[in-house]
Nanobody, 127 residues
Framework: QVQLVESGGGSVQAGGSLRLSCAAS????????MGWFRQPPGKEREGVAG????????AYADSVKGRFTISKDSAKNAIYLRMDDLKPEDTAMYSC????????????????????WGQGTQVTVSS
């Protein structure tokens, strides 16, 4: 049973930075696609960033391009989301997700493609 555990959320002021971590408790992430999704208060969940680890291909939502960076540490069985220049509209519950099988870049932000999900970590950005 794969479990994903997120950490690193918190409260920051606009312009600040955070780094989220997602560690997998079982399996080896090296053959997976993994992604970060967020759900702002009162809104639907949306894809933020994704990575297909075998190819190191990545995808980002337009709203975070140039500010967020997804990365991996296969030795630690973990991925990260570095978030810079945070804005109040980035406030959301951020969740990590994983999927076995091939994920193309166009699929990395689609939650229907992912099988395993973490519980989430809250990010709050104040103006």
């Amino acid at each position: 049973q794969v479990q994903l555990v997120e950490s690193g959320g918190g409260s920051v002021q606009a312009g600040g930075s955070l780094r989220l971590s997602c560690a997998a408790s079982a399996g080896r992430i090296g053959s997976w696609g993994m992604g970060w999704f967020r759900q702002p208060p009162g809104k639907e969940r949306e894809g933020v960033a994704g990575i297909f680890l075998p190819w190191d291909s990545t995808a980002y939502a337009d709203s975070v391009k140039g500010r967020f960076t997804i990365s991996k540490d296969s030795a630690k069985n973990a991925i990260y989301l570095r978030m810079d220049d945070l804005k109040p509209e980035d406030t959301a519950m951020y969740s990590c997700a994983a999927a076995a099988g091939i994920l193309t870049s166009s699929s990395l932000l689609r939650e229907s493609k992912f099988k395993w999900w973490g519980q989430g970590t809250q990010v709050t950005v104040s103006s």
